[in-house]
């Protein structure tokens, strides 16, 4: 077979690359719980507005409850979360929350599949030998917590990926993509507050399921490993117009990559690193600490919930120094 012809050089130095562009978005979540009977008397938890994050800018932060709540209290807790709760004294039977917001999401410093990183072994000792307690230190998410609990038989299937000499990202890509081809994903099977032990046993799950499998897989083998909730960009089949409300939040693991890389997300559903379509909400050790919404009430009987969510890019940015 004849070889292509070589491509001459350019009469002129190659035009620099353009700048990585940051992304940003108006996301509206809106949510309307219908109660069968009164409510007299309820405490809620809601984790809806994005806690700081790194290379995320939020501006225009509202929060709408209808009927207003007798008192609300701010809390950031143990882990990265915004969290308000909220105490309703008067009978309702009806609760409508709407949370809103702009956020500009720049691409990461790095390019994480290119990047040179640590081998496993010394992520290992990093972690275990830092003295960081802080809510983003890798001490607090490397331990079994009520949803992403030790499972031997998560660890054992992906031992695989953690020789001690792998560099960490290149295990955790391994890592995802096993989870991406060997997990169905299916709404069916599972729940919000669904083990990952069964998730995985099933190998079948959501976002969440996903995200839990792949953290309780990086913890058994000393790798610490967070739950991240938040909302993906999602853009519509060729030719289809955007359906307004027709996203949802999303869920993904962030997986600690030593101190000059920290926290990187991986994406086990889409099999991708979470960069600029990804918009962080909060981080803790799984689902349970960042739940968008939770709580308690006497009386009102069954319940319904509907959940609308619009994540609407706004504009492309360059990113400048």
């Known amino acids: 077979m004849t070889p292509p012809p070589a491509i001459p050089a350019a009469p002129h130095a190659a035009a620099p690359a353009a700048p990585p562009a940051a992304m940003s978005y108006r996301v509206h979540h809106h949510t309307v719980i ?33 009927p207003a709540p ?11 979360v915004e969290e308000r709760r909220l105490v309703l004294r008067e009978p309702i039977a009806r609760l409508e929350i709407t949370s809103s917001f702009c956020v500009t999401v720049a691409p990461p410093p790095v390019d994480y599949a290119a990047a040179a990183s640590p081998p496993i072994a010394q992520i290992r000792r990093a972690a275990l030998a830092s003295p960081d307690l802080s809510r983003m230190a890798p001490a607090s998410y490397l331990f ?24 960490v990202i290149a295990a955790r890509q391994a890592l995802m993509a096993a989870i991406h ?38 913890r058994a083998h000393g790798i610490p490993a967070a739950y991240v909730s938040g909302y993906l ?20 693991a962030a997986l600690w990559c030593g101190d000059v890389l920290g926290w990187v997300g991986f994406d ?23 739940a968008p919404l939770d709580g308690v009430f006497h009386g009102g009987g069954d319940q319904a919930m509907r959940v609308a969510v619009d994540v609407e890019p706004i504009a492309a940015a360059a990113i400048t120094d």
């Open 233 to 252: 960009r999602t853009l519509p089949p060729p030719g289809k117009p955007r359906l307004v409300g027709a996203d949802a939040m999303h869920a993904w």
């Open 70 to 80: 007798s008192a609300i209290r701010q809390d950031r807790g143990p882990f990265l």
């Open 34 to 66: 219908q109660y069968a009977g009164l409510v007299r008397l309820a405490q809620f938890n809601l984790r809806l507005e994005p806690a700081p994050w790194a290379g995320q800018v939020v501006t225009d932060y509202r929060l709408a409850i209808d």
């Open 181 to 218: 081809s060997e997990l169905t994903y299916d709404a069916d099977p599972t729940r919000t507050d669904t083990p990952a032990a069964e998730a995985f046993a099933k190998r079948h799950g959501v976002c969440q399921d996903f995200a839990h499998v792949l953290i309780v897989a990086a």
């Open 144 to 167: 079994s917590s009520p949803i992403a609990a030790h499972t031997p038989a998560i660890g054992a299937w992906a031992s695989r990926f953690f020789g001690d000499d792998t560099p």
């Open 268 to 290: 086990p559903t889409n099999d991708i690193f979470a960069t600029t379509d990804h918009i962080f909400v909060a981080m803790g050790r799984d689902y349970s600490d960042v």
